[in-house]
């Protein structure tokens, strides 16, 4: 019996973990064994699943899933393209004048864009409550009172849904919400500017939720269908317009952002309703849409689940892609029905460790690798390609590499007096020049990638990443003040190049040619502690070679931000990731007139130069084209001469992925890749089951080593006892 | 008793003033309004007028601490201070920044915290108490000496190193429970089994020293002698003697460590992705979240001071000479 107790502990163990079938250390519940599931990690929880919202890529992660704009990217071919989603076809704009005339898209008198989107029917949205109606054809759900809602705490305590057809209304009443008062688009300022009359719709809106709040109805729902936009119409029930002011034709890209997917208004009148928000029943909690998957649990403090939207109209597998997708097998499902899986469940991780050892374990189908497993899951070759380590090769488990839509760079500040280039005289503007330039070369961007990104990155010779229109890649390419053309490749140039002009700025040797004293830069910077140490000694290092002396001016990522805003940063890294495949949107980014420091635009540089600043408003508006690539090339010398940045790296992603795994292409610009996905679940099975046997004998060590200290402990005690009562 | 009992809440009142007081100052000191805003609203296209929208409505537009265009008490009431905290007494947390409501995740995230918490305090407490019992039983033993030894030894290493090192040994090479995760009901055991174990290890050396040392010193007065020289065994000399009069000092620690329970570990619930209160305050800083982290802080407090009267109260259980007044 004593025996039997002392058992008692390690037997309950046995048959908890028992319970879990052959493998204990399956996080998932056993009755998903064998499921079309896949399993995906997050790190940090969404903020918004609002698309008016909603802007960061881990929010796009679901909501691009879930809604569906009219647009989308196609999912294999490169250079990146746009191709319908809901829409019939990717809509051409029409121009017209100021009158109203149609004219030609070159024309000079082109005052609007007019785009007409014409939706396909038949399409769905997905089961939610807010379409339910009752036997009278009446929405069941629209008009609770505070206390109908006493017990309801997610959308599964409503017992009733439907769905309806998405209409063209949907769209518009979306682009509405963009100027919703009560919400915060991040695009709204920039769409403000072209979408015809949205600035002044807004004004309305506001006043209209004043006089709300005013007759004491405060958050009441704001029926947005109730004014009209100019610029933005439903023509008929599948069709909508939207004028754009004068030629913006990277418009198109916008309509495959979550922005301009449809929001139905019964939708978003359902979630105004006295006491939701409360209960955070909102529409930034509940998204509700009419794309492949749709959101069945959202506990973003644990974990996520997509699963099938029942409605959903099925798509097609792409048939077209780049020559080597069919070497990939990335057409083997071509013209089948998407989506392939059933449920994607999405765990909360917030450390890396224990990520990585999950998906060794088999229980992520997919990871990033960090700094710290690189070298256990990476091996490079002689020439330099990346390929997977004989551990993970030997799992099965294979890499997928690609280029990101990204630039890091290090900035000048152009307003400062030392290595910016607003100073009034040409003299001082040539020697701030050279100075940028000397730095430029300096700045030895190959190590910096070797040494902290893993080699995961190619240098930058301008800001227009691989893949996007407008990059150049070869000798045509490189930045000709940083590079030689040699052995075909880049060649940075040597130090004594950069001394030399380091020397005609007016600094030989790094000292100021007049006053004798050294020259001292400043380099303002996010310093979040030791971990950050040896990236900023490198800068230091490298502007020692010059010799240059570098003073960092460490601080949080606030503080940072506030310098680069008020231009008081004088020398400073960042980066940029690109919202659209154009390359407008990183041109942009050097166009004086969006100054941060002046108007809070994106050029933190501050950098202005007249004539880049004109070839930037033609550029914008033209076509992709030899005539585009051609003022590209010339913005571009004008940036290379200019030095406004050290055009630092596009980095590299590394995906790794398990056998199972298939139909997974690296897509920079389309976050709606859980559709084409496949997996093989039986597979999964078996390797998990094969990888995760439960190794008993450390139990029984621990078991041994516990009786084996406490029986002279035991022993002890007895002899002690008895000495006392022998005494 | 009830007397003392109501006059220590009161007592309590300026101290969560000051605790709340402090918290907002150092919170503003480090950010600025602009900031939670900006953290909220993304760093893309983000405009100046969004910013202030954002500011204004959620009353961060106003002055911090003093508003010198009101008049009257309103320049003290008509500030972001006293907007935000005069709430927090009624334990109305409103709404985090991102729209959420506080009191719901609090509610929704104390469950798993105590799940782990409350094992690993008592299973913690009956295995250091025990061990400690043992050591002072075998004192000026070899027994003792290594005792006291792999306690030092143990209370040197970092918790991280038992987390990670538990997580690569009993998980990863062995494969006995889940890395991390969490579920609810009874399926909650298996994610918990490690945390639990982990945490009891980590702090046995500490505590175990440290009720060694209480034990040692009961061990020395007169009324142990004098139990001995009854005949009484050692073991119930150390049990019904040293044991409960060592009590007090034990629930010093004890009992204001209880109602702390409910905050969660920061460490433990972060690696084993525990959804617990102590992730979420992580979060909330991580996300400069005012609302939530002065709501988190002045939780503590309150639990805090309310863990200190429990312990006084409980002095009065153990030893009968106590009395509140």
């Not at chain 1, 997977?388 to 590499?401: C, D, F, Q, W, Y």
């Not at chain 1, 227009?464 to 590079?483: D, K, L, M, Q, T």
């Not at chain 1, 230091?540 to 460490?554: H, S, T, W, Y």
Request: proline share 6%.
């Amino acid at each position: 019996m004593r025996a039997l107790s002392c058992h008692v502990p390690l037997l309950s163990l046995a048959i908890l973990l028992g319970g879990c079938g052959e493998v204990w250390n399956n996080p998932y519940p056993s009755q998903d064994g064998g499921g079309n599931i896949l399993y995906s990690a997050f790190t940090e929880r969404p903020k918004h699943l609002d698309p008016v919202q909603s802007y960061s890529e881990d929010e796009a992660e679901f909501n691009s899933q879930i809604y569906e704009p009219p647009l989308q990217y196609h999912y294999l071919k490169r250079p990146y393209e746009l191709v319908p989603l809901t829409a019939e076809a990717v809509p051409r704009p029409r121009y017209v004048d100021a009158a109203g005339r149609a004219v030609a898209a070159e024309s000079p008198k082109v005052a609007f864009s007019v785009y007409e989107i014409r939706i396909r029917p038949g399409i769905l949205y997905q089961p939610h409550p807010a379409f339910a109606r009752d036997g009278d054809g009446k929405l069941r759900y629209h008009d609770l009172a505070r206390q109908d809602l006493q017990g309801v705490h997610s959308l599964r305590d409503f017992p009733h849904s439907g769905t309806r057809e998405l209409t063209a209304e949907d769209y518009v009443y979306q682009i509405k919400r963009l100027a919703h008062p009560r919400l915060h688009s991040p695009v709204f300022g920039l769409m403000s500017e072209y979408i015809v009359g949205l600035k002044e719709f807004a004004e309305r809106l506001k006043q209209a939720d004043a006089a709300l709040a005013a007759g004491g109805r405060r958050n009441a729902w704001l029926d947005l269908s109730q004014f009209p936009l100019e610029g933005v119409q439903a023509v008929d029930r599948y069709t909508y317009r939207i004028r754009i002011r004068g030629r913006y034709p990277q418009f198109a890209y916008w309509l495959a952002m979550n922005f301009f997917a449809p929001v139905p208004v019964e939708v978003d009148r359902f979630f105004a309703q006295p006491g939701m928000a409360e209960k955070n029943l909102t529409l930034d909690w509940y998204p509700v849409g009419t794309g492949p998957y749709m959101l069945t649990e959202n506990n973003p403090n644990a974990r996520m689940v997509l699963e099938r939207n029942p409605n959903f109209r099925g798509e097609p597998y792409p048939s077209e892609g780049e020559p080597a997708d069919a070497g990939a097998g990335l057409f083997d499902d071509a013209g089948k029905r998407m989506p392939f899986i059933d449920k994607v469940v999405f765990s909360r991780e917030r450390e890396g460790i224990p990520y990585w050892n999950k998906f060794l374990q088999g229980y992520y189908d997919s990871s990033g690798i960090s700094s710290d497993s690189f070298d256990q899951a990476v091996r490079l070759s002689v020439e330099g390609e990346a390929g997977v380590s004989p551990e993970m090769a030997e799992k099965g488990i294979r890499l997928e590499t690609s280029v990101g839509t990204a630039t890091r760079y290090f900035a000048f500040n152009w307003l400062d007096p030392l290595v910016g280039g607003s100073q009034p005289d040409a003299a001082s503007r040539e020697r701030a020049k050279k100075l940028r330039q000397a730095i430029s070369i300096a700045l030895d961007w190959e190590e910096f990638i070797s040494i902290f990104a893993n080699g995961r990155g190619i240098s930058a010779q301008g800001p227009i990443p691989p893949g996007i229109f407008g990059f150049r890649a070869g000798e045509a390419g490189i930045n000709p003040v940083v590079y030689d053309w040699s052995n075909g490749a880049p060649r940075r140039k040597s130090l004594n190049v950069a001394r030399r002009l380091l020397a005609e700025a007016g600094y030989p040797d790094g000292r100021d040619a007049k006053s004798g004293q050294p020259l001292v830069l400043y380099l303002d910077t996010t310093d979040r502690g030791p971990g950050d140490k040896p990236r900023l000694d490198w800068y230091r290092k490298q502007f020692a070679r010059l010799p240059i002396q570098l003073e960092i001016r460490g601080t949080d990522y606030n503080r940072f931000q506030e310098k680069v805003r008020k231009g008081a940063a004088q020398m400073f890294a960042w980066g940029w990731n690109a919202d659209y495949p154009d390359p407008e949107n990183f041109l942009f980014l050097f166009h004086g007139p969006q100054s941060r420091a002046r108007t809070q635009g994106e050029n933190a540089a501050n950098y202005a130069n007249p004539e880049y600043d004109r070839l930037f408003q033609q550029v914008k508006h033209m076509e992709n084209g030899p005539a585009r690539q051609a003022l590209i090339d010339r913005m571009m010398a004008i940036l290379h001469e200019d030095a406004p940045w050290s055009f630092g790296f596009h980095p590299k992603d590394y995906g790794l992925i398990h056998g199972w795994v298939s139909n997974l292409k690296p897509n920079n610009m389309a976050r709606n890749g859980l559709k084409y996905r496949r997996i093989d679940a039986a597979q999964r099975e078996r390797r998990r089951a094969e990888w995760n046997r439960p190794v008993l004998w450390p139990l029984g060590i621990v078991a041994v080593l516990l009786a084996a200290s406490a029986a002279p402990a035991l022993w002890g005690w007895r002899r002690r006892e008895q000495a006392r009562g022998r005494a | 008793m009830l007397a003392y009992v109501i006059r220590r809440l009161f007592y309590a009142i300026p101290i969560l003033i000051g605790v709340n007081l402090l918290t907002f100052t150092l919170f503003f000191v480090v950010n600025t309004p602009d900031d939670m805003a900006r953290m909220q609203l993304g760093v893309k296209r983000v405009t100046p007028e969004a910013i202030e929208k954002w500011k204004a409505e959620r009353g961060y537009d106003k002055p911090l601490l003093y508003n010198e265009n009101a008049a009257g008490a309103a320049r003290l009431t008509d500030t972001i201070f006293f907007e935000k905290s005069a709430k927090l007494f009624v334990f109305d947390f409103g709404r985090a920044d991102d729209g959420r409501d506080i009191g719901h995740e609090i509610k929704t995230r104390m469950g798993p915290s105590l799940a782990i918490a409350v094992p690993t305090f008592l299973l913690g407490l009956f295995v250091t108490v025990s061990f400690a019992l043992l050591l002072a039983f075998f004192r000026a033993t070899n027994l003792d000496f290594w005792g006291v030894v792999l306690c030092v030894a143990m209370m040197s290493i970092s918790s991280l190193f038992y987390i990670i090192g538990g997580q690569y040994l009993v998980s990863k090479v062995w494969h006995l429970v889940p890395i991390s995760g969490y579920a609810g009901g009874l399926d909650a055991a298996r994610f918990l089994l490690l945390p639990v174990l982990i945490s009891v290890v980590a702090g046995i050396g500490s505590s175990t020293r440290w009720y060694r040392t209480i034990f040692l010193e009961e061990i020395g007065k007169d009324y142990v002698r004098t139990a001995r020289a009854k005949g009484l065994s050692e073991a119930a000399v150390l049990f019904r003697h040293v044991l409960r009069n060592a009590m007090i000092p034990i629930l010093t620690g004890v009992v204001v460590v209880i109602p702390l329970l409910f905050m969660g570990s920061l460490l433990v619930e972060s690696f084993f992705g525990i959804p617990g209160l102590g992730s979420y305050t992580i979060d909330a800083i991580n996300a400069q979240d005012f609302a939530v982290v002065r709501a988190m802080v002045f939780i503590g407090s309150v639990l805090y001071i309310v863990g200190l009267l429990l312990t006084d109260l409980s002095y009065t259980l153990v030893d009968p000479r106590v009395r509140l007044q």
